[in-house]
């Protein structure tokens, strides 16, 4: 890129790898749960806390959902998960928890952590959404954990035992929440992250503008009584 004068591509690929940040993966080659693949990690961690972030959750806020975590952390040498609350008829596609107060605005103590509970047994409408922060006694209770919702180990399971004996908060989130996990999502998500994007963002708004006039256009064609 150099010797091609690609000095802003060159950039770009610089801030990623100039920062000192070193990646070490794991694979967990079989679908065990969440719960599983988060104890394949457990000597990347050692005796520290750690954050847990799903991929297809994107979380957009001022200050980033991680970080909004870690400062609770510091207050309260407690872990801690994300949730927000989501329409009551979608619960049974998450974790859900039982709040049994509210500490302070959006920190809630909680009585119960339910991985995927039926509509009509599910304790609230805050669902986890994929961050948390975890103290590392998580992973003797993974260690001995039977397999729950699906047959799979689930982190939340662990979690709801975790706080028989350390506090487990939640923190409501209250910004924008994408979950590219499902093809709908997927679509909607590079939509709206593209409609800010500066590369893009110049094309896709009236790209969109003319394709939903001629949608519409389409619509009353196929409304309109044949003569
Ligand atoms: C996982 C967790 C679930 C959580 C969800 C958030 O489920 O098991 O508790 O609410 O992520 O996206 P999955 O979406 O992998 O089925």
């Known amino acids: 890129?150099?010797?091609?004068?690609?000095?802003?591509?060159?950039?770009?690929?610089?801030?990623?790898?100039?920062?000192?940040?070193?990646?070490?993966?794991?694979?967990?080659?079989?679908?065990?749960?969440?719960?599983?693949?988060?104890?394949?990690?457990?000597s990347f961690v050692a005796d520290?806390?750690?954050?847990?972030?799903?991929?297809?959750?994107?979380?957009?806020?001022?200050?980033?959902?991680?970080?909004?975590?870690?400062?609770?952390?510091?207050?309260?040498?407690?872990?801690?998960?994300?949730?927000?609350?989501?329409?009551?008829?979608e619960v049974s596609a998450y974790g859900v928890i039982d709040p049994s107060d509210e500490v302070k605005p959006g920190l809630f103590n909680v009585s119960r952590f339910v991985e995927k509970?039926?509509?009509?047994?599910?304790?609230?409408?805050?669902?986890?959404?994929?961050?948390?922060?975890?103290?590392?006694?998580?992973?003797?209770?993974?260690?001995?954990?039977?397999?729950?919702?699906?047959?799979?180990?689930?982190?939340?399971?662990?979690?709801?035992?975790l706080n028989e004996t350390q506090r487990v908060f939640a923190h409501e989130f209250t910004g924008d929440r994408y979950d590219v996990g499902n093809k709908f999502g997927f679509v909607q998500t590079t939509i709206e992250y593209g409609l800010t994007h500066p590369e893009v963002k110049d094309k896709l708004r009236p790209y969109l503008e003319e394709l939903g006039k001629r949608l519409l256009a389409d619509d009353k064609g196929a409304k309109a009584p044949k003569k």
């Open 117 to 161: 509970p039926a509509v009509e047994d599910a304790p609230s409408d805050l669902a986890i959404i994929g961050r948390y922060l975890l103290t590392p006694e998580i992973f003797g209770i993974l260690d001995n954990l039977k397999p729950g919702k699906g047959g799979e180990v689930q982190l939340t399971d662990a979690i709801d035992k």
């Open 1 to 42: 890129m150099a010797a091609k004068h690609k000095d802003r591509l060159l950039d770009m690929v610089k801030s990623t790898t100039d920062i000192g940040v070193n990646l070490f993966f794991v694979r967990q080659p079989y679908p065990n749960g969440l719960g599983d693949a988060v104890r394949l990690a457990k």
């Open 48 to 89: 520290e806390p750690f954050v847990v972030m799903l991929g297809d959750d994107l979380m957009s806020d001022k200050v980033p959902l991680t970080k909004q975590l870690i400062n609770e952390y510091e207050d309260t040498h407690s872990s801690i998960l994300a949730v927000k609350r989501v329409p009551h008829e």
